[in-house]
């Protein structure tokens, strides 16, 4: 208990909450502080813990914002690519070309993961969608329409995870 008490005083000293972003989320996301969190569970497996940052730790769709997957199991980056434009393509988003474009794409940026391997998806102020790997930028995606829909994956109210969108946004 005296161990917990003296980081937490440390911490305190130095300014440092764990509720702040990383560097390079800040570098992107001015001000970012985490709105939510919380874990995704399929059936008895748990895939990963989600954290979503934003300016001031208030969460706006037209502004920049970073999401955070700690992985919890090995999952194959082209796995992660093929269910990311599978969920897409579940919320109605139809233009075939544009989901193979994007599909090879991911395929080229997702690396295979591990426990506790993290990824972020930053979503930009000029719309541009940058992806990290630990604090290694792992690619980008420059166009806007991609990012609201890469996103909404999470964070839209057509997603296939209610329950982690509401601790995502801060509403439960």
């Not at 560097?23 to 399929?42: C, D």
């Not at 208030?58 to 796995?79: C, D, S, V, W």
């Not at 930053?122 to 980008?140: A, H, L, M, P, W």
């Given at each position: ?39 995704l ?10 954290a ?45 070309v ?58 839209g ?16």
């Amino acid at each position: 208990m005296r161990n917990i008490v003296r980081i937490a005083c440390l911490y305190a000293l130095i300014g440092i909450t764990p509720a702040n972003a990383s560097e390079y989320i800040s570098q992107y996301v001015p001000e970012a502080e985490k709105v939510g969190a919380g874990r995704l569970s399929v059936m008895i497996w748990d895939v990963y813990d989600a954290a979503l940052y934003a300016p001031q730790g208030q969460f706006n769709e037209n502004k920049p914002f970073a999401l955070e997957l700690t992985y919890l199991r090995h999952i194959p980056g082209e796995k992660i690519a093929d269910k990311s434009v599978e969920e897409i393509r579940d919320q109605g988003f139809l233009d075939e070309v544009k989901l193979a474009d994007w599909h090879a794409q991911l395929k080229n940026i997702f690396p295979d993961v591990e426990e506790q391997t993290s990824l972020t998806g930053i979503y930009t102020k000029s719309g541009e969608t940058v992806f990290f790997n630990g604090d290694q930028e792992i690619g980008r995606i420059n166009t806007a329409e991609f990012g609201k829909h890469f996103f909404n994956i999470w964070l839209g109210k057509q997603t296939s995870a209610p329950a982690l969108r509401a601790k995502l946004l801060g509403e439960s």
